[in-house]
């Protein structure tokens, strides 16, 4: 058998040596993943868009559940004053 570099077949430790590399960069880049979404970059936390009016994010919580209708038509009118 004819041996290179080191004295190891293939021409370094080993032929399949690349997998535990390529587990710790699958694992670096799924931790970076879960970092970056948690951190809010790519969580739109705001119940609103761009366009969205006060109106629409009102109705949009009365819609959820967050607010009961007294509620709502409370923050209505005082939107409307």
Same mark, same amino acid.
């Given at each position: 058998?004819?041996?290179?570099? #080191? ?10 040596? #690349? ?5 710790? #960069?699958? %694992? ?6 879960? @970092?970056?979404?948690? !951190? ?7 119940? *609103? *868009?761009?366009? !969205?009016?006060? @109106?629409?994010? @009102? ?7 967050? %607010?009961?209708? $007294?509620?709502?038509?409370?923050? $209505?009118?005082? @939107?409307?004053?």
């Amino acid at each position: 058998m004819m041996r290179y570099g #080191w004295g190891y077949p293939y021409g370094g430790f080993g032929l399949f040596t #690349w997998i535990p590399e390529l587990i710790f #960069w699958m %694992i670096l880049v799924f931790i970076f993943i879960r @970092l970056f979404r948690h !951190s809010g970059h790519w969580h739109d936390h705001d119940h *609103s *868009s761009p366009e !969205s009016t006060p @109106l629409d994010i @009102l109705k949009e919580r009365y819609a959820k559940g967050e %607010i009961d209708k $007294k509620q709502f038509e409370e923050m $209505k009118k005082d @939107l409307k004053d």
